[in-house]
């Protein structure tokens, strides 16, 4: 009996001590890798502004964090993301009020199988399909939550299946609410299938997808309303020696909805671009239009929410204060336009290049509405014969319509004048059309602008730099011209201290001519970054890739603090 009793202890100290062994060994293979951010601002009242009470809901302190976690153990991968808006900021969606964790994930990658379930993201091509994606600076998430599956049978043919709901803010999903999303995407690189192409300087891959959402219809709507909306799409890209042509069409079939007026006509897209690179110069255009291309996994939706595909800007995107005051929001209901681009660097040691040479960059983007026959609505849709819908309106492809939504034509040179001073001057000619654009009531609203930037920079020592901006624009609709500074002084790798001022000195309204400064400084220790601002938010939109929210004028103190390991 002993005997057997030492044997039992034996036999589990040694699977105790191999389980430790095994666990211990899976600890040295794992990795645990994450961000973090967190956003406070506090509301101050300010009479100028016109801002007597700042509270929000009640309370002068606003809140958005988030933390993201990923943990990997060789092939397999898991994570989860934490969100806070408590409230949110100013200028987020108030339904983006609460906190928990929207985000969380399995991911197992094979061979030649990847399988991924819970929450992700996904972009099929350019996106004029499906793109789900997360862009924290407009509270603006649109994963899906669901199963997706890839495939690669060989190398450079890329199979895609996804399968799932979209996030809501909070909101969980329920049958017959928001719609269910299943997508399929194809890809083949000519270069890396085919052994003769590999080496070859003609390069070439094709890709197609299909995308469709199911959506019950609603009983109280006076509407035959379609439950399946398909949204498919093809792509081509070449590049043929320094040329790169890429191109992608999608039809979207009739899909009736609160963007588009309830009307049951067919959506198309179509985005051509080329662009050509070499020393010392570089060419980029892009064609592209939009029909009736809004594609919602809820149809009654109208808000920065549950879109399933993306329709890219084809304006550039700028980056100075009065440059990106009046920023292009993409119209999916309709929209043609272009954009050119070309880079030229002048050698160094040349008459005009001087010692280090110089770089010039010309810009032009225009944005007009789709032409628009008058709409058919004598057409009977669906069962109800004694209601008649509209079929919406008929357009030549590839004619420009009358109204202008947008123009953009800015010069940029970059000059270094020494090895401690650099400039960049800017120049901009826009025209933006406000009504449209911000959907005000008033549709005479165009702005016509003339906008310049100096912007220069002089290095004290290899470690700390003064930069400072004076931008001017000068308009005369809406609120006038205005002036613009900046001065930041940094020393590297850890402070920066800056100051900006923007000034309405032009405003028809003498108690609008406001100074809107800011005061900031910030220290970064290896890879967090902790940053405090005090000052006035002037009233605008925020844009990122034509996708944009609003921002009321505001003052007080933010806090942000941004970390990853």
């Excluded at 320094?242 to 006509?265: G, L, M, Q, R, T």
């Excluded at 123009?407 to 901009?428: E, G, L, P």
Aim: hydrophobic share 35%; with cysteine; proline share 4%.
């Amino acid at each position: 009996m002993m005997k057997k009793v030492t044997f039992v202890l034996f036999a589990l100290l040694l699977t105790v001590t191999g389980a430790n062994a095994q666990f211990s060994e899976t600890m040295k293979r794992s990795e645990v890798h994450g961000s973090f951010e967190f956003d406070g601002y506090y509301y101050l009242p300010d009479n100028t502004l016109g801002i007597t009470d700042s509270s929000i809901n009640g309370g002068n302190f606003a809140f958005n964090g988030f933390g993201n976690i990923i943990y990997t153990l060789g092939r397999f991968s898991a994570g989860l993301s934490y969100q806070a808006y408590l409230p949110p900021i100013s200028g987020y969606d108030s339904q983006l009020e609460g906190q928990g964790i929207p985000y969380m994930w399995a991911k197992y990658t094979g061979e030649k199988f990847t399988f991924t379930v819970g929450n992700f993201y996904e972009q099929f091509g350019i996106g004029l399909t499906l793109r789900a994606y997360e862009e924290w600076t407009l509270g603006y998430d649109n994963s899906i939550n669901g199963a997706r599956v890839t495939y690669e049978p060989v190398k450079g043919l890329m199979l895609k299946g996804v399968y799932g709901v979209q996030r809501y803010y909070w909101e969980k999903w329920k049958p017959n609410t928001r719609g269910i999303v299943k997508g399929f995407d194809a890809e083949v690189d000519f270069n890396q299938v085919i052994k003769s192409m590999e080496n070859s300087k003609f390069k070439l891959s094709i890709g197609g997808s299909a995308v469709s959402k199911y959506q019950a219809e609603d009983p109280s709507s006076k509407y035959k309303l379609p439950r399946n909306v398909s949204n498919v799409g093809g792509r081509i890209n070449m590049g043929i020696g320094n040329f790169i042509v890429y191109s992608e069409y999608a039809w979207k079939v009739n899909d009736p909805s609160a963007v588009n007026n309830y009307i049951y006509k067919d959506g198309e897209a179509l985005v051509v671009t080329l662009s050509y690179s070499t020393k010392g110069f570089g060419f980029f255009g892009m064609f592209k239009r939009l029909d009736n291309m809004s594609y919602r996994s809820d149809r009654e939706v109208t808000s920065n929410a549950l879109d399933i595909n993306f329709l890219p800007p084809n304006t550039e995107i700028h980056n100075y204060m009065l440059t990106a005051m009046y920023p292009y929001s993409t119209q999916p209901n309709g929209e043609i336009g272009f954009q050119l681009q070309l880079n030229y660097k002048i050698p160094r040691k040349s008459k005009l290049g001087g010692k280090y040479g110089m770089g010039i960059s010309v810009n032009y983007s225009q944005v007009n509405n789709i032409v628009r026959n008058p709409p058919n609505d004598s057409t009977p849709v669906g069962e109800l014969k004694w209601e008649k819908y509209t079929m919406g309106w008929s357009s030549p492809f590839f004619k420009f319509g009358k109204p202008v939504f947008w123009q953009d034509f800015n010069i940029r040179i970059n000059k270094k004048f020494s090895k401690k001073f650099k400039a960049t001057f800017m120049y901009m000619y826009q025209t933006y059309d406000k009504w449209v654009n911000q959907q005000h009531v008033e549709r005479d609203t165009m702005v016509y602008a003339n906008i310049g930037v100096v912007d220069m920079t002089y290095k004290f020592t290899s470690k700390s730099a003064l930069r400072w901006e004076l931008q001017g624009f000068w308009s005369q609709q809406e609120y006038g011209s205005w002036a613009a500074m900046l001065l930041e002084y940094t020393i590297s790798p850890h402070w920066f201290f800056s100051f900006t001022d923007q000034f309405n000195y032009s405003n028809p309204a003498t108690h609008e001519k406001i100074h809107y400064y800011n005061f900031s400084f910030g220290y970064t220790l290896r890879t967090t970054r902790i940053a405090f601002t005090y000052g006035r938010q002037r009233e605008g939109i925020v844009c990122v890739g034509g996708v944009c929210r609003p921002v009321p004028a505001s003052d007080g103190f933010t806090l942000t603090i941004t970390s990853s390991f």
